[in-house]
């Protein structure tokens, strides 16, 4: 069971404006938990988010990293990390505070979720975009 927990729809929110506000509020406390990861959007062509994608997966070498995830919830919560100060005592302990899930899990089914109007897709000048999951199924993920 988890107690006292903000609940986030992410279906159709901007991956990088939902990523900078779920880190603000970890940092100042607060427990989160992302559902419907794999719904979420990267604004951009298709061809270019998807090769710049491939390009973070493939980086590095198989044995030393960087190790980039394939799975949406993964990917999702790696990119909040990028906006926290992760290797410090207080960034870590704001990172441990998100969980990022695909779908709605059995505990928070039922719970209030709250979507974020300033991260919205209606904010886009442009039509084009990915989802998350499109993203992942292209990197080869079974989820």
Do not use: W
Request: hydrophobic share 40%; with cysteine; proline share 5%.
């Amino acid at each position: 069971m988890i107690p006292m927990v903000t609940v986030i729809d992410a279906d159709g929110l901007l991956l990088g404006r939902m990523a900078s506000i779920v880190a603000g509020r970890a940092l100042a406390g607060e427990e989160i938990a992302i559902v419907n990861a794999e719904k979420t959007i990267i604004s951009g062509s298709r061809a270019r988010v998807l090769a710049n994608y491939d390009h973070k997966r493939r980086r590095g070498s198989t044995e030393g990293g960087p190790f980039f995830p394939r799975r949406p919830d993964h990917i999702v919560r790696r990119t909040i990390r990028g906006m926290l100060p992760y290797k410090r005592q207080a960034g870590a302990a704001a990172f441990k505070r998100v969980m990022c899930y695909v779908g709605v899990p059995v505990e928070l089914q039922g719970k209030a979720t709250e979507s974020l109007e300033t991260a919205h897709m209606d904010r886009l000048n442009n039509p084009q975009f990915v989802t998350v999951g499109a993203v992942s199924t292209f990197l080869g993920a079974k989820y």
